[in-house]
């Protein structure tokens, strides 16, 4: 299963949209460099399918990369239908692994408000970074056979 990073995305503070950045720089065990959410938990880096983004266009909002809070914005491959533990590999060295499908939404967002729904939560992925590099918007994700 292959597909490609449609958007990286960044914010200096956690709880908010992240602004699409040109290149990011992934760091092994630490997610994200220069993101509000970098750290050495088992959330380091966040995904979000641009699928799964569309069904909350086909309700009416106008929604883009970042504003689910995502790290990385994918195309082509359904993320959430991934196990805990696949191995994805984005561009040609950033290695990750699967640690959460969705999460709990304590408080809700504005998209939630505007809408009546989120996918984030339901559709959203968490991963550790196991081998750090560059990435940017056009570069392949793959997942890698177990």
Do not use: W
């Amino acid at each position: 299963m292959t597909g490609h990073v449609l958007s990286v995305n960044i914010s200096a503070k956690k709880g908010g949209k992240k602004t699409p950045v040109e290149i990011g720089e992934l760091v092994a065990g630490g997610g994200l460099l220069e993101d509000g959410h970098a750290g050495t938990g088992h959330r380091q880096l966040s995904l979000l399918a641009k699928e799964s983004i569309e069904k909350i266009r086909e309700k009416g909002l106008e929604v883009n990369p970042g504003d689910f809070a995502e790290n990385i914005t994918t195309s082509g491959i359904t993320l959430h239908q991934l196990p805990v533990g696949a191995m994805i590999r984005v561009g040609p060295r950033v290695l990750l692994r699967v640690t959460q499908i969705g999460k709990e939404c304590h408080s809700r967002c504005n998209i939630f408000y505007q809408v009546g729904d989120c996918v984030m939560p339901r559709e959203g992925i968490f991963a550790e970074v196991l081998t750090g590099g560059k990435v940017q918007a056009g570069d392949p994700v793959e997942i890698i056979p177990a």
